[in-house]
Structures are given as structure tokens and as C-alpha cells.
């Protein structure tokens, strides 16, 4: 049986019922006072316009269902849908173009768009600490993509998007970044937050990572111009393997991205990587991931437009 004959992928009771066991394990929770001892559930009646999912809290006297407070609060697609598009963009390793999951979920563009953005907020989460510690190995790497229209294209890589990642070989999992410019004094307060002092740190031979020697125990570089991709333990193939997917995502899924979006695109990636099978995560788990962090990461149409 294919996973997406899962009555919760069909039926809006058995959405909200599947996304309430996940967001409200212990039960009901008011989002509007944090009640929990007296709430009860409204019978769902369309005729009368009581929607599915619907609970009255016994403290504050409101209404709500599980989505309010999450990514999908005041959608008027169906949550069932919702639940579609968020296990299409789980489980597709290079992503899914908006086109496409306008064409699956038969809604407009604007809306798969809309919806894609949200469900990308939903999986930023930036609270992985320190990469590094205890003398751990974490990979540096840089890579471009597309085209920032406020600088001239120009030979380099000036007129160029600039991603930044880490990779921590112990826990496999990255952090990236997308960063204004490529200097040492930009790059240096990044990476002293984001890497242990006491951590082994490998880079290419980047002229921004030179000046950083100083502020970590070790800091050692791997010559590519050279022919040299690795020396022992000291290589950045890891995070390299990680952008090759990043970037045939970009280039081949979605194909264009304006900066201001660029960092949710990151976070997408970064999201399937860290929770992928190599890590002990399935398809369906990391959906699960995925539909737990969506609280309190509301985003509305405007401001996916304007941040």
C-alpha cells in the first residue's frame, strides 16, 4: 500500500486528528491562554459552518482549532492538502517546484508558492549548537548561486549569491548560511559562534579562511588549485557532497531565486540533510519533524514577499 493512501493524506477529520496527536500528544492546549483541564470539542457541522477541528476553551471562552499558532493558521486550503505538500517536500530529495505541487494538490500557483514558503519557515530551525566540540572535525565550504540583479555580472563571483555551510562529521549534520560577502572580518563572528574553539576545522584554500588560523586550535586547508582534494583526515568532501545536492536542487528544481528567499531555499535543504536516512530518519519521520516544528512560524503572504 502506497503511504499516500493514508487516510490523513484524504480525509480532513483524519488530518486533524493525525496532526493533533503530533502537535498535542498530551492533549488539547488553548493557544490563546495555555488552558488545557477545560476544553471541548465542537461536532463538526458544515451546514451550520462549524469547521473541522474545532475546540472551545473552557478558560478564555475562544475558539480554535491545531492550526492556528502553526504555518497553516488561516489557510483556506484544506489541511488534508496541507499534509500532501508537506510529505511531497520531505520526501524529494532536490526539492519540488511550486509548478509541481500546483499541478498535484490542484490549487493555483500563487497558493502551491505561498504554501511551499511556509512549510520552508516551518523547517528553519537554527537551534543547533556549536559544531565541533570536545576537539570534534567540522568542514568549511562556500558556494554561489544565481544572480544578485543589484551588482553587474561580472567575471568571479562578485554579482553572485554567497552560501556559507558547516558540516559536523560526528553528528552529520550542516548549518548554512547565506552571507553578504566573503571576507575574513564578515565570516570570522559566524564562525566563532557557530564552531567550538577547541574543534578541528578543514577548509579549502579560500583566502577568507586564512586570517581565522588564530582563533581556533586547529585550522587546516586543502589545496585544490593544486590537485589536492585530501590529505588524510583533512578534506572538505563532506560538505561539498552536501552543497552537490543544494545545488542541483536550485538549479534543477527550482531554478530561480530572488536573495530575499534564498535563505528558506537553505533551510529546506539543510532540513533534509540533517534529518535524512544516514541519520536514522525516513520519509515519514521527517515529515513528523517537520509538522511539529511548524508552531509559533506563522507567515503571512506579505511578508514572505518582503523578508
Excluded at 589536492?228 to 568532501?237: L, N, W
Aim: proline share 3%; charged share 30%.
Amino acid at each position: 500500500m502506497s503511504i499516500l493512501s493514508k487516510a490523513y493524506f484524504h480525509d480532513e477529520a483524519a488530518a486533524f486528528e493525525y496532526l493533533e496527536n503530533i502537535l498535542w500528544p498530551d492533549g488539547p492546549v488553548c493557544p490563546h491562554c495555555g488552558g488545557y483541564e477545560r476544553i471541548s470539542k465542537i461536532k463538526a457541522n458544515p451546514e451550520k459552518r462549524v469547521r473541522q477541528g474545532l475546540h472551545k476553551c473552557g478558560q478564555c471562552k475562544k475558539q480554535f482549532t491545531v492550526r492556528v499558532g502553526t504555518v497553516f493558521e488561516a489557510s483556506k486550503v484544506e489541511l488534508h492538502k496541507w499534509l500532501q505538500a508537506v510529505y511531497l517536500m520531505c520526501a524529494s530529495k532536490k526539492g519540488i517546484s511550486a509548478h509541481q505541487l500546483h499541478r498535484v494538490l490542484e490549487v493555483t500557483y500563487k497558493t502551491a508558492w505561498f504554501m511551499a514558503h511556509r512549510i520552508r519557515e516551518a523547517m528553519r530551525s537554527g537551534d543547533l549548537g556549536p559544531f565541533g566540540p570536545m576537539g570534534g572535525q567540522v568542514e568549511v565550504d562556500e558556494t554561489f548561486i544565481g544572480h544578485d540583479k543589484t551588482r553587474p555580472v561580472e567575471r568571479g563571483y562578485q554579482h553572485k549569491h554567497k552560501v556559507l555551510a558547516l558540516v559536523d562529521r560526528r553528528t552529520g549534520k550542516a548549518k548554512t548560511m547565506v552571507v553578504d560577502r566573503l571576507a575574513s572580518r564578515e565570516l570570522l563572528p559566524i564562525l566563532k559562534e557557530n564552531i567550538s574553539e577547541e574543534a578541528r576545522v578543514y577548509t579549502d584554500e579560500a583566502g577568507c579562511y586564512r586570517r581565522l588560523r588564530d582563533h581556533f586550535l586547529q585550522l587546516q586547508s586543502v589545496k585544490h588549485n593544486d590537485g589536492e582534494y585530501g590529505r588524510g583526515e583533512v578534506h572538505t568532501i563532506t560538505v561539498e557532497g552536501y552543497f552537490s545536492i543544494f545545488k542541483r536542487g536550485m538549479k534543477g528544481v527550482y531554478q530561480h531565486c530572488a536573495k530575499k528567499h534564498l535563505h528558506r531555499y537553505v533551510a529546506e535543504f539543510e532540513f533534509r540533510y540533517n534529518n535524512r536516512v544516514a541519520n536514522g530518519v525516513g520519509d515519514a519521520t521527517r515529515t513528523r519533524v517537520a509538522l511539529a516544528a511548524a508552531v509559533g512560524k506563522r507567515l503571512t503572504y506579505r511578508r514572505a514577499n518582503v523578508e
